[in-house]
């Protein structure tokens, strides 16, 4: 997980606040994606960059928006957030789309 | 839509034992991915499979990819605490579904010494 860095690790919101997760990979990969965990859920994919410049969405990108910065960096922003959204959420990247996923961390959100 | 289906959902056993973990789908992948995550962390990638009938081993792990690229399994031998963890399978799609990787709920494996 070393190529991979979540900030922050930890977040509490109320309930219309706004916030950046930032993300940040140092293996010059060229796909990076934003998920999110939830107990009997499954990991589920929120947006996806197959490359710089290019955003796409996932299966559940209501409430949110992506920002591809360069090759280096993709943030997710939470414009008004809302309890549902309260989970851990994971960035992830690696070479192409649709292969194999190198993760971060994680970002624990809990929206009150 | 894909779906993978992972059984068990949760294993207890004791260490030493030996242990299969399945994932299945109606679909057909064009590879598999098994990753492992721990609490507090994020899944970490164990392998990849690409070919139906392919057989990977990585230590005491054993990983098959069925014949018809539509199915997993991962078969621990002797497992020890160590092994704990979420068993996550994610199967990479083809043609409409070529962004992205699906993946199962989970094998939440508990090894007890």
């Known amino acids: 997980n070393a190529g991979v860095t979540q900030t922050p690790k930890f977040q509490v919101l109320k309930t219309g606040q706004s916030m950046t997760l930032q993300c940040a990979q140092d293996m010059n990969h060229n796909s990076m994606y934003w998920y999110r965990q939830d107990p009997g859920m499954g990991l589920r994919l929120i947006y996806y960059?197959?490359?710089?410049?290019?955003?796409d969405k996932g299966e559940v990108p209501n409430g949110y928006n992506v920002s591809r910065l360069n090759k280096r960096e993709f943030s997710l922003r939470l414009e008004s957030a809302a309890p549902s959204q309260t989970s851990v959420y994971f960035c992830a990247e690696g070479p192409r789309p649709n292969t194999e996923a190198f993760f971060g961390q994680g970002t624990r959100l809990t929206v009150v | 839509t894909q779906l993978l289906e992972q059984s068990p959902q949760f294993l207890s056993i004791q260490e030493g034992e030996n242990l299969t973990v399945y994932c299945n789908s109606s679909?057909?992948?064009?590879?598999l991915q098994w990753y492992r995550q721990e609490p507090g962390e994020g899944p970490v990638l164990l392998v990849t499979v690409v070919t139906g009938g392919e057989v990977k081993k990585l230590k005491r792990l054993t990983f098959q990819f069925g014949d018809a690229r539509k199915d997993s399994s991962l078969h621990i031998t002797a497992a020890q605490p160590g092994d704990t963890g979420l068993y996550l399978c994610?199967?990479?799609?083809?043609?409409?579904?070529?962004?992205?990787?699906?993946f199962g709920k989970g094998t939440l494996l508990t090894v007890n010494p």
């Open positions: 679909s057909v992948f064009s590879s």
């Open positions: 994610a199967g990479a799609g083809s043609g409409g579904s070529n962004y992205k990787l699906t």
């Open positions: 960059s197959a490359s710089e410049g290019t955003t």
